[in-house]
């Protein structure tokens, strides 16, 4: 961080957050109250699931990866945790559960992976469909809580309160924190160099001495453990669980990364950049909901879009690197 | 003179269908370097690797400083105090050059990095070396020289007393090959054991105390260098007399003068990249270009081919004009191009030898015409005979093989396309001595039979050997062209120095 110099690596990034910042300030200048504190804060509210589900998978990304069981398992943590509390168990003990399944099926797919040598796309697929499934099994449709820990603790007690009207919900409370310690284990810890050494190539990796095999069924568990936590604080968001929600999931997840300056074949991107890429996406979203006459598909248009232009840039730098 | 440090004995490493390494017996002394001489294929690599714990050893037992070691991986033969270098560049390119050094063993407190800890030591470990570059800077950036010493720098900033270097100049120009030489003389003056491997025989004899020779997985014998002469040596490596050897060296001139030219170029050039220049290739002619790493040698084929895309001056073909603007129109025309780099450019690693080697020809068929079995595996016999590929089957994966032997595949994956015009970037580096003369008939033959042959190399000599002409390429331009009489190495040193020969002719 000593010099400014612009990195053909850090390109990207800049990119992303001039792209947010422009369409931030276009909105505020396009609509009234776009501009207000509600807006911003429920802009992390609400893509909080996806932002931390996005984390998870740029860690995979980052390795040379690739993980597509995210939104099942995000759907399916939900369905667990509403399904645990329906039978009696405190939430607490609901959400740690749901964790260390999110986790463990994390680890299972990175065994398969790393000791199998499967491709992870393949491993991922069979995983979404399994995970997908699981929900289904658990409970068939969508199940809401009603507990007191969720309807007073953790919408009332835990969100920050900002005005007497407005307050930071637990959830953005979440998502923040996630890309703060994400951060830290990205850049400051032996594992997340690691996994950045794997991704940009594996075979040297190894006769450097890194652990290949630890390394990257770590990061497998890592995304599955996110996954969960975005199920965990879906079910805040929504105060309820949904087998059959949040498909697709992992796509927007890999758009935000890829957006956020991740590059798709690994050993490049940045942490913070993926929240960037999610709060584009959220950006996008909201101007279309003021704008009011537009589809909502509208987002995914522009995001498409977006895609494509992030897409070849990067490729411009990597080409004009040669 | 001082006891071995590492006492290898018995080394045995058996992969299917082949014995890598026999019995071999290796012994490294403190403040010596230790040349690792033979064929490719010989068993050099396999013997640092079963070393090294990369490949686990089937017999055979090492005693380094009095104790026995079992590494089952690089980073345990690190800590025992083996270090090494392997033959692939083994770094990882997107991280910083401070990374590359430390990564593995960087300093942390409550487990966060200190990255000031560690830019502080990679400078270190490079001024060590004497070498200075700006630690922060992303690897790729770097030129494979300077990757080269940062793999060094990397290598020696751990208390090992052993380091290993696996065909370390096989990618460096003659100066970058003295900066390293400098740092590995400093290294061994310390006290260092080195290991070193090489195809260039100048090299081993400007570096190495003592040699061990391996030939077929077997140990031929340990010698002191200055007790060897240079023919001994080839003659060790080969399995051959020394009359033989004497044999190879021996060039045939052309059997005809050069015929038409088939391709001839005017202003053609490519904006930071090559300036404008004329050049014409002739039939049954091989066209030497000369030139130091970066003069643009390279960056001339990759035009010629249509790799890069010419925005200046016109091509001729056999007298016609053309547009050679793709490699797909230059195959179609004929034109073949080994690439300088193999190991990224052209290895398929995950298929056989027989499918890399036919690769080419299949692309040129189109894919709705495949060659039938019978004869991909005619072609596939005869180029393993005639490039001698050593390969336990034409079924082996390429990356199984040696690094010399899969850059005779690609070789021949692109003779097998019967070319016009053959573009050969660097085609003997990495390659045995032997397998380099059966390169060079090959090419006379090659060129006696009508074929137009451009050849980059950087070793002068060879170039001289080999060429009927020869064009200077320096600071991206041509400034020379030798012909005749004025072709010899002093020419060519002298053009790529002053850019003028006695007798500039184009
Ligand atoms: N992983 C492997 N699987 C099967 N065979 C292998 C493998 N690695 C090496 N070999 C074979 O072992 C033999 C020795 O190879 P090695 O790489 O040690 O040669 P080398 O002396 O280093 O040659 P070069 O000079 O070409 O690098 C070769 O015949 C090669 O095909
Ligand atoms: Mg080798």
Known sequence: ?322 | MSEPILSCRGLTKRFPGVVALDGVDFFARPGEVHALMGENGAGKSTLIKALTGVHPRDAGEAVLAGKSIHPRSPREAEAAGISTVYQEVNLIPDLSVAENICLGRQETTLGFIRWGAIRERASAALARLGVAVDVDKTLSDCSIAIQQLVAIARATDISARVLILDEPTSSLDDSEVEELFTVVRRLRDEGWAIIFVSHFLDQVYALADRITVLRNGKLVGEFLAAELPRLQLVAHMMGRSINEVEALQHREPPARPAGEPLVSVRGFGRRASVRPLDLEVRRGEVLGLAGLLGSGRTEVARLLFGLDRADSGEMHVEGKPAAMRSPQASLRARFALTPEDRKSQAILPNLTVRENLIIALQARRGIWRKIPRQEQDRLVSQFTRALGIKTSSPEQLIRNLSGGNQQKVILARWLATEPRLLLLDEPTRGIDVGAQADIERLLAKLRDEGLAIIFICADTAELARNSQRIAVMRDRAKVAELTGADLNEQAIMRAIAHGDASHPSS
Not at chain 1, 53 to 81: C, E, N, Y
Not at chain 1, 173 to 185: D, E, K, P, Y
Not at chain 1, 193 to 212: D, F, H, K, T, Y
């Open chain 1, 1 to 322: 961080m000593k010099k400014l110099r612009l990195s053909p690596q850090t390109i990207p990034m800049v990119a992303s957050v001039a792209v947010l910042i422009v369409l931030y300030v276009g909105g505020c200048l396009a609509f009234d109250n776009f501009g207000s504190l509600r807006v911003l804060i429920n802009l992390f509210g609400d893509n909080a699931f996806l932002g931390v589900a996005a984390i998870g998978i740029t860690f995979v990304i980052l390795s040379g990866g690739i993980d597509l069981s995210v939104g099942a398992v995000v759907a399916l943590t939900s369905i667990l945790i509403a399904g645990l509390i329906g039978h009696g168990l405190h939430p607490l003990a609901a959400i740690a559960v749901s964790l260390a399944f999110g986790a463990a099926f994390g680890a299972l797919m990175g065994t398969l992976i790393q000791v199998f040598e499967l491709p992870p796309f393949l491993v991922t697929l069979g995983g979404m469909f399994l995970a997908r499934g699981l929900g289904f099994v658990v409970h068939p449709e969508s199940l809401s809580i009603d507990h007191p820990f969720y309807g007073d603790f953790v919408s009332q007690t835990l969100s920050l309160p900002v005005t007497r009207k407005l307050s930071i919900p637990f959830t953005a409370v979440c998502l923040v924190a996630v890309v703060i310690g994400a951060t830290m284990l990205a850049r400051w810890s032996r594992f997340g160099r690691n996994v950045r050494a794997i991704g940009s190539s594996e075979a040297s990796a190894r006769l450097m001495g890194v652990p290949i095999a630890r390394t990257k069924i770590l990061v497998y568990t890592l995304a599955g453990a996110l996954s969960a936590l975005g199920g965990v604080v879906a079910t805040f968001y929504m105060q309820s669980g949904n087998p059959a929600s949040f498909v697709g999931l992992e796509l927007d997840a890999i758009a935000a990364a890829v957006i956020g300056g991740t590059l798709l074949r690994g050993g490049v991107g940045f942490i913070p950049g993926t929240l960037v890429g999610v709060l584009i996406l959220g950006v996008i979203q909201t101007l279309i909901i003021f704008q009011g006459t537009l589809n909502s598909w509208w987002t995914r248009i522009a995001v498409g879009g977006l895609l494509f232009v992030f897409i070849l840039l990067q490729q411009l730098i990597t080409r004009r690197k040669k």
